[in-house]
């Protein structure tokens, strides 16, 4: 998938209501690519946000994270589709069944539609975790990149477009699920910008030099006194990852 600058940034709109993402959106929809709408937001306002963005010609990546039996986040992935959502994401560690059966509804209900089929990524390692938490608090005894590994690897054979997870491990990804397997990459932060809850973390042009699809930005725009100003110096930063 050949993307441009523009189109691999993606902005994490978690605001408290339709309003305050509504002045997002209008300000950078020209700027990026996709618009992150997670639990914060959709809790909040539903489904309307997500017609929002549509409408503003915005595209939406629907960060919920479905993490639940099979048949239920197969309903899941039906509606995610019905929505008209360019990306949506479940968890990896649901296992196998879970994801095939996500692919499976999501296809069938595109077709019968006639409309394109999202975008469907795996969570491997949520950011915010880091080997210590991995192994004393959810008992994982595995090297945190080789759990992301392995669930990147599962994802992968249950059909899933790609992974969420960290630029720290989009090379040990790329060697085992090849270049045509998508990676988004969260807890991106410019240099200079404050860590904040992440734990891994990269600056733009670092994801993006490893080979990130798609990288996600929060506070340092969503923040900034200026969003579209941020945004820019964002992309001039990805830029330069060609020069």
């Known amino acids: 998938m050949k993307l441009s600058t523009r189109e691999k940034l993606v ?6 209501d339709l309003s305050s993402a509504f002045n997002l959106v ?9 618009f992150k709408v997670g639990s914060q937001l959709f809790t909040a306002e539903g489904p309307e946000v997500v017609h929002m963005i ?4 915005g595209k939406v990546f ?14 899941a992935a039906e509606a995610a589709t019905k929505l008209g959502v360019h990306i949506f994401n479940i968890h990896a560690s649901g296992g196998y069944e879970l994801m095939r059966e996500a692919v499976e509804a999501s296809m069938q209900t595109s077709l019968s539609l006639g409309i394109k089929k ?26 945190l990149e080789k759990q992301v590994v392995h669930l990147a690897k599962l994802a992968k054979a249950a059909g899933l477009d790609g992974v969420v997870a960290s630029s720290r491990e989009i090379t040990q990804i790329r060697k085992a699920c090849g270049n045509g ?11 200079n910008e404050a860590l904040n809850d992440q734990k891994r973390v990269m600056t733009p042009k670092e994801a993006l030099k490893l080979g990130a699809d798609f990288i996600v930005v929060g506070r340092p725009i969503r923040n900034a006194p200026n969003p579209v100003k941020a945004a820019k110096e964002i992309i001039n930063e990805m830029e330069d990852v060609n020069k």
Request: charged share 20%; proline share 6%.
């Open 26 to 34: 209008q300000q950078l929809k020209d700027y990026v690519g996709v």
């Open 62 to 75: 629907l960060d919920l994270k479905f993490h639940d039996i099979p048949n239920t986040v197969a309903r």
């Open 11 to 16: 902005l994490a709109l978690d605001v408290n």
């Open 181 to 191: 397997f998508l990676i988004l990459t969260p807890g991106i932060r410019p240099a």
């Open 118 to 143: 999202p975008i469907i990524l795996g969570v491997t390692v949520l950011t915010s975790i880091n080997q210590k938490i991995l192994e004393e608090e959810i008992g994982i005894t595995r090297t």
């Open 54 to 57: 549509n409408k503003s010609g």
